[in-house]
């Protein structure tokens, strides 16, 4: 018996194309509508034209993991050599009398 492919369902369709999506730009929006799936608010949609419409239709926010930011330490030897002062004794002249 020859194997044949089926030709997948309509739910299956729109939810690959939801996975599908770039994680950079889209994650907030697949994690939602996954959510609100699992929690019975939003149906499963069932035309690919319809998920199509809701992800041209969400709002993308900037992450802030672009920018730049950080600490930068330096550090620089120092190129003065001298030694390091010492008190001096002061030597008073010895008075003979």
Known sequence: MASVNQKPEKVDITMDFLYSLDNSHHTEFKAKIVNDIQ??????????NKIYIMASCSIVVPSAKDTAGGATFAMVESTNKRKPETKQKVKYPIWQE
């Open 39 to 48: 929690k019975g608010i939003l149906t499963q949609p069932e035309d690919l």
